[in-house]
């Protein structure tokens, strides 16, 4: 059975750093590239930031791009998300996904497995 469990989610103000953590088990770590995706209150989910499946690469939206960096563990199965001078309009529930796509993708159909999202509260 496939699951992906965030964690390291809560309320921070604007400014200060969180870190988020994913959990993977039930297949094959490093088959499948990562990523994280947000959604907020009355907005659409949108693409965060993805990594390969070794962790050679890595990609941002402009949103976040400076602020927030991805990496992974393939040994312990885990992938986090640093979170930087957070904003509040970095507000949203937090998911990470993975993806068949070699290298990630910023396309959350190309994604297969999900976790249930972790909330990330940024208070301006």
């Known amino acids: 059975q496939v699951q992906l469990v965030e964690f390291g989610g809560g309320l921070v103000q604007a400014g200060g750093s969180l870190r988020l953590t994913c959990t993977a088990s039930?297949?094959?770590?490093?088959?499948?590239?990562m990523g994280w995706f947000r959604q907020a209150p009355g907005k659409e989910r949108e693409f965060v930031a993805g990594?390969?499946?070794?962790?050679?690469?890595?990609y941002y939206s402009d949103s976040v791009k400076g602020r927030f960096t991805i990496s992974r563990d393939n040994a312990k199965n885990l992938v986090y998300l640093q979170m930087n001078s957070l904003k509040a309009e970095d507000t949203a529930v937090y998911y990470c996904?993975?993806?068949?796509?070699?290298?990630?993708?910023?396309?959350?159909?190309?994604?297969?497995?999900w976790g249930q999202g972790t909330q990330v509260t940024v208070s301006s």
């Open positions: 039930g297949y094959t770590f490093s088959s499948f590239a």
């Open positions: 996904a993975a993806s068949w796509v070699v290298q990630g993708s910023r396309n959350a159909e190309e994604y297969r497995y």
């Open positions: 990594i390969s499946r070794y962790g050679g690469t890595n």
